[in-house]
């Protein structure tokens, strides 16, 4: 065979093995989040167009489930949904379709509420027993509650510094903002919501690896595990508002 030919012909195939190998790694895992950002667009702009997509803040999706909505919106992203090669989201994201600081976000559930000196967007509770898995300790986190330039958005009555104040489910924590830290680049606004597993030793574990949280569809009554969903919006008929 001619020289050129071969060396044609193993450049092809290294191509096509290298697009297959993007098709099965990249895009693939990526495909049902591309799906959920057409979704949530089409939301966003009209959400009178699908009023079934919105969810209402202090419902219960299912008699089984031990948590409520924490805010009101959309669910445009689930947990494990990947927006970057190699990272995969920790929580759940759900967008009022309102300016900044006009969504309410309330504690999903009740526990011991702190929030770090350092914190402009965020608070986490403390919940002593997992209601799902009585015994364990868990922790649940609520951010992006600031707009772009760090001004927060969480309710005055937790300070930065707070430390571990009682609360019930339903409390107002704060409202939904964009904050990322980056001014020039804010995220849409919403709330993001996880639950973070506990370190042995009366903390939180990383919340930014996946690997640290848990899947809350079984907690809000919802399926919200994007390696399990069929690609269909996220609904809660006949949730009933507590
Ligand atoms: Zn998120």
Request: glycine share 12%.
């Amino acid at each position: 065979m001619d020289k050129r030919v071969l060396i044609t012909v193993v450049l092809i195939g290294a191509c096509a093995g290298l697009i297959f190998y993007l098709y099965q790694n990249v895009f693939l895992p990526m495909k049902p989040t591309f799906g959920r950002s057409a979704r949530l667009n089409e939301w966003l702009k009209d959400p009178a167009g699908h009023p079934e997509w919105t969810l209402r803040a202090g419902t219960r999706c299912s008699p089984a489930a031990p948590f409520l909505m924490p805010t009101e919106g959309m669910i445009g992203y689930l947990w494990d949904d990947s927006f970057k090669v190699g990272k995969r989201h920790q929580g759940i994201d759900i967008f009022g379709g309102t300016e900044v600081g006009k969504t309410p976000v309330v504690a999903a559930y009740a526990g011991s509420l702190t929030r770090l000196s350092t914190w402009k967007s965020a608070v986490i509770v403390r919940v002593p027993d997992d209601p799902l898995q009585p015994g364990r300790q868990i922790w649940l986190y609520y951010t992006h509650m600031a707009d772009r330039y760090g001004n927060s958005l969480i309710s005055s009555a937790f300070p930065p510094g707070t430390m571990e104040k009682t609360i019930v489910a339903g409390t107002l924590l704060g409202y939904q903002g964009n904050y990322t830290g980056d001014a020039a680049n804010p995220a849409g606004i919403h709330l993001h919501f996880s639950i973070v597993l506990d370190n042995g030793e009366g903390g939180f574990l990383n919340e930014l690896d996946i690997r640290n949280t848990l899947d809350p569809s079984p907690y809000l009554g919802l399926p919200l595990n994007a390696r399990a969903s069929d690609g269909s919006a996220v609904v809660c008929p006949g949730g009933v508002n507590q």
